[in-house]
């Protein structure tokens, strides 16, 4: 299944994609939340896609607003330097363990909003990662097929970063990856028994047309079900939260010079299998 949402922000609707077309859930479901995940809502949603039903589904009109493909999610949990092509264009070493960090939660703005740069912004820049929805609560998990067993669904998110803020500013990096509208997200979640590898999926980003990164998620140093586990150690899981699971090469801090977004540049995004994201950047 293909799960998406639309509308005003503030009022999104919950929907899914059929045959290329955005299907209206509203009638059936309050929205892809928390709530949804936690009671099985995924399990009632594939049932109800199975009969007639779903073929009077009402059509999501062309002009409304993609939004994220879920809810605000209670939070966001990022992994830096989990492509070893990354590590080394950085110039650092590789982990030994996750390196996890937290982003606030209300920078996710749907997959076709503006990016804002933010006052006093010199070194916002770019970062495709694949994001994975938590389906069910992960704490002191077992083993990684108990972490897969947690993972609803995987979607593009654009975890945007003001280096600047992020390294020069003191603190932890929260401080750059928090700014309003830092992750754009969707434009659908794919849930998990329709893309079971996620091992081998092409990733791709440019800037004004020119191709920045160019990776895939073969090189990911933990991948997604393991990372699960790992941070289930550390804290709890709950439906409807996001790990965002790292980057490939190609952001603008590891270009020669650096280079960063400024108003009027636009990103594309693309993740095989998952969707493409297209984002205007504006001044805050």
Known sequence: MRLIRFGQQGREKPGVLLDGKRKDLSGYFQD?????????????????????????????????????????????????LNFS??????????????VLFLKATNTVVGPFDDILIPRNSNKTDWEVELGLIIGREARYLNSI?????????????????????????????????????????GPWLTTSDELPDVSKLRMTLGVNGQLMQNGSTEMMIVSPAQLVHYISQFMTLEPGDLVSTGTPPGVGLGMKPPRYLKPGDIVELEIQHLGQQRQTCRQA
Not at 41 to 65: F, M, Q, W
Not at 85 to 98: K, R, W
Not at 153 to 169: A, P, T, W
């Open 32 to 80: 892809w939340n928390s709530t949804f995940f936690a009671e099985s809502g995924l399990e009632g949603l594939a049932a109800l896609l199975r009969t007639d039903e779903a073929r009077r589904l009402p059509e999501v009109s062309e002009n409304e607003r993609w939004a994220s493909p879920v809810a605000r999610p209670g939070k966001i949990v990022c992994v830096g």
């Open 85 to 98: 092509d990354h590590a080394n264009e950085s110039g650092m070493a590789v982990p030994t363990e996750p």
């Open 145 to 185: 097929d108990d972490a897969a067993a947690c993972c609803a669904g995987y979607c593009i998110s654009h975890d945007v970063s003001e280096r600047s803020f992020q390294l020069e500013r003191g603190g932890q990096w929260s401080k750059g990856k928090s700014c309003d509208t830092f992750n754009p997200l």
